[in-house]
């Protein structure tokens, strides 16, 4: 019996197949762009999160250090708080150093700054785990005995961690606004084909068919046109990506932070996630169309 409802099923869908066959293929096609734009925004939201990650990586707290400082102190003081990823000293011999480097062939400038002529301070250079902890770590480490200044680019971390917010924000709308778009036309999709099998329905119905046995093609052609059209939204987008990437391997132009996303397991996880949108949208709509208009 089981069997033999699930032939019908087949048959009743491949026979709705070809009967609404153009419009069941613009509906995959709507469904494939939506789902194009879908994956669109979520490859870009990846890729912007890791871009700004390595960005949050080159973000320091500069804590500069009064001459009677206790620097183990201060050190274990750094590590005790929740947040920080790494602590490194820098004496101020070694701040020298580093600063004569930036000067470049203008570094005689600094010749007479050697030994005790030295002005720079003792200083430790923080990272935190999140650059949106950077001002709170930086607040309490304000109130560090010897520590007289600490400096780390306010308005340049406010400005990435709202950028990094947004992005955030935008890819969920697009989510749940696309995939809305979809689910309705999928059920525009099933509603012109419940109107079209109408009557055989309501004698289905009077014979004592069950919801399910009524509902169950509606459903399979509702999930194989979702489904067609996630694994076209696929192919688009994974050549896309492809050619970007590497395009953008091979520009001399690529700065160190835009690095596009290559992990296989995150590629195939968002690719993979759209086939099982597309098959999920379609039985959905399926199922509120039938729900809806036709009372089974």
């Keep these: 019996m089981a069997l033999n409802s699930l032939w019908y099923c087949m048959r009743q869908t491949c026979t709705s197949l070809v009967r609404n066959f153009w419009l069941g293929t613009a509906s995959a096609a709507m469904i494939a762009v939506s789902l194009i734009i879908l994956g669109g925004f979520l490859l870009v939201a990846v890729n912007a999160n890791q871009s700004m990650r390595i960005i949050e990586s080159t973000v320091e707290i500069n804590m500069f250090l009064e001459d009677e400082a206790d620097i183990r102190d201060l050190r274990q003081r750094l590590h005790a708080l929740d947040g920080v990823e790494e602590v490194r000293f820098v004496s101020k011999e070694q701040g020298l150093r580093e600063l004569k480097e930036t000067f470049g062939e203008r570094r005689d400038l600094l010749a007479g700054f050697e030994g005790e002529n030295n002005p720079l301070p003792d200083s430790f250079r923080v990272r935190a785990e999140q650059a949106d902890l950077v001002p709170g770590l930086a607040r309490q480490i304000s109130f560090f005995p010897g520590v007289y200044k600490v400096s780390y680019g306010q308005e340049y971390v406010e ?25 309705f036309l999928i059920v525009t999709t099933i509603r012109l084909s419940l109107l079209a099998r109408q009557d055989e329905i309501g004698i289905m119905r009077y014979l004592g068919a069950s919801n399910w046995y009524v509902r169950g093609p509606f459903v399979l052609e509702g999930m194989v046109v979702g489904l067609a059209g996630a694994c076209l939204a696929v192919g688009v987008l994974g050549a896309a990506y492809y050619y970007l990437v590497t395009v953008l391997g091979r520009s001399p132009l690529v700065l160190f932070f835009v690095q596009p996303v290559t992990d296989p397991r995150v590629i195939l996880s968002i690719l993979g996630g759209l086939l099982g949108l597309g098959l999920l949208m379609g039985g959905l709509g399926s199922l509120i169309s039938v729900r809806k208009f036709l009372r089974v």
């Design 159 to 183: 400005i990435l961690v709202r950028v990094t917010q947004w992005v955030n924000l935008i890819a969920f709308g697009a989510v749940i606004l696309l995939g809305a778009g979809a689910v």
